[in-house]
């Protein structure tokens, strides 16, 4: 197990937006997190991630309580996330953005003497994963020019650059054409074995294929957990979530 | 928004072949300009338009690439005035080992104040700045060192490295320039460093930053101290250059002061808070023997430009069209 909960919630105000989550995540699998809009899975994210306070529960990170630990802590000790609303360095270049992940892991971040040139011996790593996601071609744009779904894609490039042991996926397919969705899907079957990683997906075919293990939330509460066949089978679930879309 | 790969529009000036070369030029041009200037103007004034445009220009690496409106400068340059000024009049040190006094002095308290008020946003930060340098205008107010309303007064400018003599204006001059100059170096070697990238990135998306593992506020703070170091080495000169250090410098209009001259000139910017607090000085030189009150003049300039100009003047001509052919480019 290497980042679970137990009993988290979260409350704003009077409104409980989750509610005793126990949640396992292991190496080497992909986890999915589904449910209905509004049903506190960024919520989940953000509490795991410690961008939010937990209000009860506990987490630990590979053996390690990070309950109250912050969350540039817990990025560094391997638990890295992107956001569902796309977060790029705009201003930055593609490859200035991949870079500016792996310039912490390579001690190049505090540097206030050197010229940016010291960045160079980061080329070749950052090239590799803007190869490796198909975004050569944009390698010198600013990311404020790209489109939607290479803003996305360049989120999982930076987000891999830290090659961080449990990756948090906030719908990474959103928005993305259908070759970029199988492009991103094969990426993330990739890279999961080596990690675990955690998605929320609404695209359910994705989460079929790639997915060994599925949690349902609805209303920030867990009513279901299994592979995908056991969950979307669940009478519950097909009323509250896959009732529309299966 | 941009849903789109095509550039956005305007967004795409071709940099002229020769952009780099040409910028080159200009600098070494204001170069020699700035060493034939006292020829033509009173040393003093262009002394002063030195250590000011020194002073804006280490707020703009708070504000301008850092993101965080200080309204607590005065501190650090009245405070370095002070530390300078009593350090070569009563212990009889040199100006070098004043103004490196003045220095520490200033990125100590910046480390104090920075550290209250680093974890808050916006005008919360502003008003925690405000607060604290208002808190240390009167501790100048009321210690013993700083002689109250008198100030430190007639503070000799001495020999640097005991050989050169800073009483003769000329010499004083150019020792003010190298020191503005070294200011200068300092700052655009911090912007562009792979210090300077973290702090562009925490300035873009600083949620994004956290994400990979940054501690933002560390970060903030590193950039608060160098920012204070740098207004204190120009507080210091300032103390050296009119050879005193009085109440003025530590409160709280002259906080007011440097924002104004950042923001005229244009944040953001290199040259913009340089151009900003000599547009300033020279203001304040031409109404201090006129009839009107030097601060509603400047206020209206101020408000004119703002208006006109958002990015400030240097701001708006690296935005033209020949600012860009150019190569020139302002943060934001
Ligand atoms: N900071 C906040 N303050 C108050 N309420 C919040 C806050 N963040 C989320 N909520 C509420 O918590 C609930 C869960 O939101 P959350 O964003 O976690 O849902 P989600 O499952 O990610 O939805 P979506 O599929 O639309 O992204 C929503 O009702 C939302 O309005
Ligand atoms: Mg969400």
């Known amino acids: 197990m290497v980042l679970s909960a137990r009993g988290l919630g979260k409350d704003f105000g009077g409104f409980t937006a989750v509610n005793d989550v126990d949640l396992d995540v292991e190496h080497a699998r992909i986890h999915a997190l589904i449910g209905p809009n509004g049903a506190g899975k960024t919520t989940v994210f953000n509490l795991l991630t410690k961008f939010l306070q937990p209000t009860r529960g506990r987490i630990t990170l590979l053996g390690t309580d990070i309950t109250r630990t912050a969350p540039d802590k817990v990025a560094r000790m391997g638990l890295v996330r992107s956001f569902q609303i796309s977060a790029v360095f705009p201003h930055l270049t593609v490859r200035e953005n991949v870079k500016v992940a792996l310039q912490r892991p390579n001690g190049l971040a505090t540097q206030f003497w050197l010229p940016l040139s010291a960045l160079d011996r980061l080329n070749a790593r950052a090239d590799d994963l803007i190869e490796r996601l198909g975004l050569a071609p944009y390698r010198d744009h600013r990311a404020a020019d790209l489109s939607y779904g290479r803003k996305r894609v360049l989120e999982i490039a930076t987000t891999l650059a830290l090659d961080p042991e449990v990756l948090l996926l906030d719908e990474p397919m959103a928005g993305m054409g259908q070759e970029d969705v199988q492009m991103v899907a094969r990426i993330i079957r990739d890279v999961a074995t080596e990690r675990a990683v955690l998605m929320v997906e609404h695209n359910l075919n994705v989460v079929a294929d790639i997915c060994d293990h599925v949690t349902v939330l609805q209303r920030g509460e867990i009513i279901a957990q299994g592979d995908y066949a056991t969950v979307s089978s669940d009478p519950r679930v097909r009323t509250a979530y896959m009732g529309t879309d299966a | ?332």
């Not at chain 2, 967004?11 to 041009?29: M, N, R, S």
């Not at chain 2, 912007?191 to 600083?206: A, C, H, Q, T, Y």
């Open chain 2, 1 to 332: 928004m941009a849903g789109k790969s095509e550039p956005i529009a305007g967004e795409h000036v071709a940099i002229h072949p020769k952009a780099g070369q040409i910028q080159l030029a200009l600098v070494a041009v204001a170069l020699v300009l700035a060493v034939l200037a006292p020829q033509f103007l009173y040393p003093i004034f262009l002394m002063k338009l030195l250590a000011f445009g020194l002073f804006a220009s280490a707020f703009n690496l708070l504000l301008g690439y850092t993101g965080l409106l200080s309204f607590g400068h005065a501190a650090f340059f009245g405070g370095a005035a002070y530390f300078t000024a009593h350090a070569v009049k009563v212990w009889g040190w040199s100006p070098e080992a004043g103004l490196l006094l003045g220095v520490l002095g200033a990125a100590a308290l910046g480390l104090v104040m920075g550290a209250i008020a680093i974890r808050r946003q916006g005008i919360y930060f502003a008003m925690i700045t405000l607060a604290l340098s208002q808190m240390f205008f009167f501790f100048c107010l009321q210690a013993r060192f700083t002689h109250g309303e008198d100030g430190i007064q007639s503070v000799p400018r001495g020999h640097l490295f005991g050989l050169i003599d800073l009483n003769d204006s000329m010499n004083m001059y150019y020792f003010v320039l190298a020191v503005f100059a070294f200011g200068l170096i300092v700052i655009w070697r911090f912007v562009n460093s792979p210090f300077g990238m973290i702090l562009k990135s925490i300035r873009e998306n600083e949620q994004r930053a956290v994400s990979l593992g940054y501690s933002v506020a560390r970060y903030k703070l590193a950039a608060f101290v160098m920012s204070a170091a740098l207004a204190g080495l120009a507080g210091g000169l300032k103390a050296l250059i009119f050879q005193f250090a009085t109440l003025t410098d530590v409160a709280w209009q002259m906080s007011g002061e440097v924002i104004l001259m950042t923001l005229l000139g244009g944040i953001g910017t290199l040259a913009g808070p340089i151009f900003g607090a000599g547009l300033v000085v020279t203001l304040q030189n031409y109404l201090a023997t006129s009839d009107f009150p030097v601060t509603i003049i400047t206020g209206v300039v101020f408000m004119v430009c703002v208006l006109l100009f958002r990015r400030g003047l240097v701001g708006e001509f690296f935005a033209s069209k020949l600012g860009r052919r150019l190569g020139f480019r302002a943060q934001s």
